[in-house]
């Protein structure tokens, strides 16, 4: 059997889709790498990215709305969004890292440094798609899936990201530092 008209199409509109998902989750990866000089900050960032697909489905699941072309549009456009929170405290800790700052500190610092533009950027993409989440205007059945998937996937990234973020970032840091410490005895060993 094989798939005809509208479900063909249908299928291969999502198919696409998909494909340009992961082409976005895989430029965001280089940006970062370039932007950072790391190949494991981006991975810290990019952390934040599944708890925005929870929480799109779960918005889009609390709507009453299905996983179609225009809610697939709108993760694509939070996998963008969601990555400039985690980039602004990962940013503001390296810095402060450089500063001479230990990595408790400057995640505390940069957590609160961080926070209020976090949550007024945030808040203003929030407030943005509110009307198209609403149904307000013609033709806002069709995008009412996308506002909603990018309101659920903000909500819980932001509250995620400034819990998860950190505590990864703790984590690789640690981690660095005990690979560090294993290369510097097998030297001194020989």
Known sequence: YKFI????????AYGEIIKALLLAIILIYM?????FESYIHPLTIMLSLPFSLIGSLLGLLMGGFTINIMSLIGIIMLMGLVTKN????????????EEGMGVVDA??????????????TTMAMILGM????????A????????????IGGLITSTVLTLVIVPIA?????????????RKMSKIHAE
């Not at 985690?86 to 890292?97: F, K, M, T």
């Not at 509110?130 to 205007?137: S, V």
């Not at 703790?170 to 560090?180: C, H, S, V």
């Open 86 to 97: 985690a980039i602004l405290l990962v940013d503001y800790a390296n810095q402060q890292r």
């Open 107 to 120: 995640l505390v610092r940069a957590g609160s440094v961080r926070l209020r533009p976090i949550l007024m």
């Open 31 to 35: 940006v970062l790498a370039a932007q």
């Open 139 to 150: 033709g806002a059945e069709l995008r009412a899936p996308m506002a909603v998937a990018v």
């Open 130 to 137: 509110m009307p198209l989440a609403l149904g307000f205007g």
């Open 169 to 181: 970032y703790y984590l690789i840091d640690r981690f660095q530092i005990g690979l560090k410490r």
């Open 5 to 12: 008209g509208q479900a063909r199409q249908m299928s291969d």
